[in-house]
């Protein structure tokens, strides 16, 4: 069983607003990401780390921001939730993401701007 | 830069029947991981080909990775309806870059 997690699982917040999505992980992967992915399409890249103070933008240009302060830690911000940023957020945790070892998924949060 | 393809996107089957998704890398990869997701859930990581030629089996899954390493196949054997969900393929190009997804083939099962 993966030992990563996401809170909240559901998110309804209101534009504007200044929201965080959690992600933590006890296996100490150095390597953790942020997907974004709408029902039933595919998984943008958004955000990734190498470790801690390390942070890179993924694939698909995002509003969101995110730390790394701690190696389980890795926190997701979006500072002014707007409508198009309705969409499911997937983080994931790997011990040697290009070395071939396996990701493991949270199980996510869906979050809606309304 | 790198780009992950897989046909096809969508696929129906009867149960019982066989299925096959291909995924197609712009570039050689380092190694391909396959993943499935079933309906409202998360990524679960199914395996990983390492190996030009590479074929490895579990159960009814066969998966194989190309000699060129710029393509993978995953083949389900009978399937059931327990098999519905998307599967992804996603590989680096290098062991130190980031992971690239393909955009996945869904496969709906039909008792």
């Known amino acids: 069983e993966a030992d990563i997690y996401q809170t909240p699982r559901y998110l309804v917040i209101g534009t504007g607003k200044k929201i965080t999505l959690e992600c933590s992980q006890t296996?100490?992967?150095?390597?953790m990401y942020w997907y974004q992915q709408d029902p039933g399409m595919e998984l943008h890249l958004i955000h990734y780390?190498?470790?801690?103070?390390s942070t890179e933008k993924g694939d698909l240009s995002s509003e969101s921001t995110v730390s790394r302060i701690r190696t389980e830690h890795f926190p997701l911000t979006l500072e002014s939730a707007r409508p198009s940023h309705t969409s499911q957020y997937l983080c994931a945790s790997s011990e040697s993401w290009g070395g071939g070892t396996e990701a493991f998924f949270g199980q996510g949060t869906r979050l809606t701007v309304v | 830069g790198q780009q992950v393809m897989q046909i096809p996107q969508y696929q129906h089957v009867q149960e019982g029947e066989d299925f096959t998704t291909y995924c197609n890398s712009s570039t050689t990869l380092s190694n391909i991981q396959w993943y499935k997701q079933r309906p409202g859930g998360h990524p679960v990581f199914l395996i990983q080909l390492v190996k030009s030629g590479e074929v490895k089996k579990q159960k009814r899954l066969t998966f194989q990775f190309g000699e060129a390493k710029k393509n993978s196949s995953l083949h389900i054997t009978a399937t059931q309806t327990t098999d519905v969900g998307t599967y992804f393929c996603a590989g680096p190009k290098t062991s130190y870059d980031k992971v690239i997804f393909g955009p996945g083939t869904s496969l709906s099962v039909i008792p």
């Open positions: 296996m100490g992967h150095d390597k």
């Open positions: 780390s190498y470790g801690v103070n």
